[in-house]
């Protein structure tokens, strides 16, 4: 069964750091793109940033809300995707989903259950 | 990168269809046939409904199908069921290399 699972996602407080992973099983982790989508409580649905595989040399893109703070890594040997967060905002609670790509690369055909990260003093 | 605009609300009644726009601009879903759509239910993760416009993945139902034309595309549902009642978002992709959801449309099964 193809599946993702994320965790990390706690409580901490504007300006600190949280780490969120995503464990993937059931399908070949290397050969696919990896994204991770966020949503705020109540609100939509928001793109945060995608990792290549490794025939695209695990280049990353990240939306221009979290550019310069969040940095996705990813471990193909452990078939798992990292999200690095720093310099946390309030505006940064959500639930943060992890979720491969497909495709044209341009859609999310499985998607994980989400971890909840909320900042705040 | 803006948000898609989608309208908050739409509403059908059990049998009927309902269309579900989308509109992006010049750098995004104007641009690439690269739309898709996903259905989330209220707790749940997003699930896969469209993709690449107008192609359906495995396991969901005809009653669901997606179109575009120049800055808009559409999601259609018809014969409508209590259980499509959920939210609706499109995606598109944009010439940053990126990728950009909708604000969401919140389905009601009168």
């Known amino acids: 069964e193809v599946q993702v699972v994320e965790s990390g996602g706690g409580l901490v407080q504007p300006g600190g750091s949280l780490r969120l992973s995503c464990a993937a099983s059931?399908?070949?982790?290397?050969?696919?793109?990896m994204d991770w989508v966020r949503q705020a409580p109540g609100k939509g649905l928001e793109w945060v940033g995608r990792?290549?595989?490794?025939?695209?040399?695990?280049?990353?893109e990240y939306a221009a809300s979290v550019k310069g703070r969040f940095t996705i890594s990813r471990d193909d040997s452990q078939n798992s995707l990292y999200l690095q967060m720093n310099s946390l905002k309030t505006e940064d609670t959500a639930v943060y989903y992890c979720?491969?790509?497909?495709?044209?690369?341009?859609?999310?055909?499985?998607w994980g259950q989400g971890t909840l990260v909320t900042v705040s003093s | 990168q803006s948000a898609l605009t989608q309208p908050a609300s739409v509403s059908g009644s059990p049998g009927q269809s309902i269309t579900i726009s989308c509109t992006g601009g010049?750098?995004?879903?104007?641009?690439?046939?690269?739309v898709s759509w996903y259905q989330q239910h209220p707790g749940k993760a997003p699930r896969l409904m469209i993709y690449?416009?107008?192609s359906r993945p495995s396991g969901v139902s005809s009653r669901f199908s997606g179109s575009k034309s120049g800055y808009t595309a559409s999601l259609t549902i018809s014969g409508l069921q209590a259980e499509d009642e959920a939210d609706y978002y499109c995606?598109?992709?944009?010439?940053?290399?990126?990728?950009?959801f909708g604000g969401g449309t919140k389905l009601t099964v009168l």
């Open positions: 059931g399908f070949t982790f290397s050969d696919h793109y």
């Open positions: 995606s598109s992709y944009t010439d940053n290399a990126t990728l950009v």
């Open positions: 010049s750098s995004d879903l104007a641009r690439f046939n690269y």
């Open positions: 690449d416009v107008n």
């Open positions: 990792s290549r595989n490794k025939a695209n040399g695990y280049t990353t």
């Open positions: 979720a491969r790509s497909a495709g044209t690369m341009t859609y999310f055909e499985c």
